[in-house]
């Protein structure tokens, strides 16, 4: 329904990270940029955004504005208009304007430090890219747990596990984007964190399931039900203390650390705990459920079911 709200990595646009002498409202100025930028292009469509970097004295401004446009000129009127919307942030404590060719080309102690422009065929490739990394990691991982555990139901229950984990991430970051005190964008480093989530829920998923094999190794003829809850039970201190420990390290980056990786760090944090729950509600259950539909099939070709079938109870 809202969409994502796409970094320039993905939508094409340009970047300025802008210096100033004072401490700034980013709120404001992406306000009057907006609107600024809106008029001057006589396009709703145009946006911006302004996010602090460091502290509340650098700011970084991205904008789709005359993306498309590859006349000459277009970076300077750009510019202009920047200046032009910054102008109560580019006057000093004595009402001294700063000049406006020393805002384009700044010493890095006042203007504009660094612009960087991604096209949109760039844009184009980098989301296609994304989409691929995505698919080959999720495809990856469900031929490595097929290796490992020789049993589809496995690969099944851990790979429904991770693509939820993924969808949850990305619908909370649709859901939330605008709402939240820091920048939600889609861009390469949201994309590096559901990665890094994927293989450490993966790591997770794969502690419980070796125990779930060992413990069928060890009593075949056990409940499968009772099975799976003992190695739950058994792996769930070490699950828990895990997750624990990484969600205290990622809280104090998230709360210590700069603006431009904030929002890696939250994807980060959101998905170490729905990873989790994923982890123990959804990756064992579905390979429960499938190993239970396999092993029903298998005694009802033998005319009876086995131990490992005592009665018909849902996996909690």
Known sequence: VRGMSQGIDFSGGRNYVVQFDKEVDPTGIQTRLLEELQTAADDKTVSVGVITIDDNTKVRISTNYKINDETEGVEN???GLLYKSLLPELTDAQGKVMDQNAFSVSD???GIISIQKVGPSVADDMK???YWAVSIAVICMFLYILLRFRNIAFSVGAV???ALTAFLIIGFYS???GFLPFSMEIDQAFIAAVLT???YQINDTVVVFD???EMMGIYPKEDRFVTFNKSLNQTLTRTIMTSFSTLLVLLCIFFLGGDTIRSFTFAMIYGVIVGTFCSLFCAAPIAYNILKKSLEKKASKENGAGPALQGNRRFN
Request: include cysteine; glycine fraction near 4%.
């Open 77 to 79: 009127e750009i510019t």
């Open 108 to 110: 890095e102690s006042r």
């Open 128 to 130: 296609r890219d994304a």
């Open 160 to 162: 429904c596990a991770v």
């Open 175 to 177: 859901l939330c984007w």
């Open 197 to 199: 989530i994927i293989g």
């Open 211 to 213: 125990r779930i094999r």
